[in-house]
């Protein structure tokens, strides 16, 4: 059956301490990057200057190395040009639990094309000084084990990123993984869902970075008719117990969608799976950019 964020999010019950442990057990093998760091863009202060503007953050998603590494950089600069105020870039991995059918083929691809964390991020290195948006890298949590948490901080500096989202693990286990990413730089951005309770709520905004993202849905990713009615009293609800930004994700794929999550009061709209699988299903690669442009620009067209 289907895995639920949610439920992924709710029901996850291992303590701070076992996971601190478990990592400072890890050999963590020393940073050797001798470049010199590529300068961050910051997160917050992108967020903050949208409010200060009246502006609504559009945050497109893209599947690394799908169809390939070459054409996701291309993808990037487009989506940058075409005004993009935050960019997120999915890791491709072989049990991504968040995701639908349409990240996971995409995932499935890019893995099947070699595509691996390093590569990845040698590609972010190449773009990102080439951009203006900020770019938040989605991962699971397992690579960032294999990494050892303060290496992998320390590797998304030097690459230029400037937000991290990492779904697999619930509030109780984010902060030695916040704390690495701090002395970095770096800003963790956590998830609250449909289920999420408002005491808990008020736990997860205190302690995410940059914005709140707002899960619409009581599921995984992917393309929807509509938008969850509910959504609206989500967002008031995440505004009466936190000023931060609040973003909305999770079956965003038409203007409609986007249009009608601005009004909602939302100070960011997430799209993914529409943008990803024009991107990845078309055959022709040129098109398939063609494609992912227009339906971006057609988003970009609605959020103020």
Known sequence: ???????????????????????????????????????????????????????????????AGDPDLETTALAVERLDKIGADVIELGVPYSDPLADGHVIQNAATRSLEKGTTLDKVIDMVKQISPKVKAPIVLFTYFNPILKKGVDNYAKILKDAGVSGLLVPDIPLEETDIVREAC??????????????????????????????????????????????????KDLVQSLKSVSNKPICVGFGVSKPEHADEIVRMGAEGVICGSALVRVLGETQDKAKGLEEMEALAKSLRAVIP
């Open 1 to 63: 059956g289907i895995l639920l964020l949610s439920r992924l999010l709710g029901k996850m019950q291992l303590s701070s301490k076992s996971l601190s442990s478990f990592c400072a057990s890890k050999k963590q093998p020393r940073v050797t990057c001798k470049a010199a760091a590529i300068a961050q863009k910051s997160l917050s202060g992108t967020m903050a200057s949208l409010k200060k503007r009246g502006k609504v953050a559009f945050i497109p998603f893209l599947c």
């Open 182 to 231: 701090s002395k970095q730089g770096v800003e963790l951005i956590l998830l609250t869902t449909p289920t999420t309770p408002i005491s808990r709520m008020k736990e997860i905004t205190a302690k995410s970075q940059g914005f709140v993202y707002l899960v619409s849905v009581t599921g995984v990713t992917g393309a929807r008719t509509s938008v969850e009615g509910r959504v």
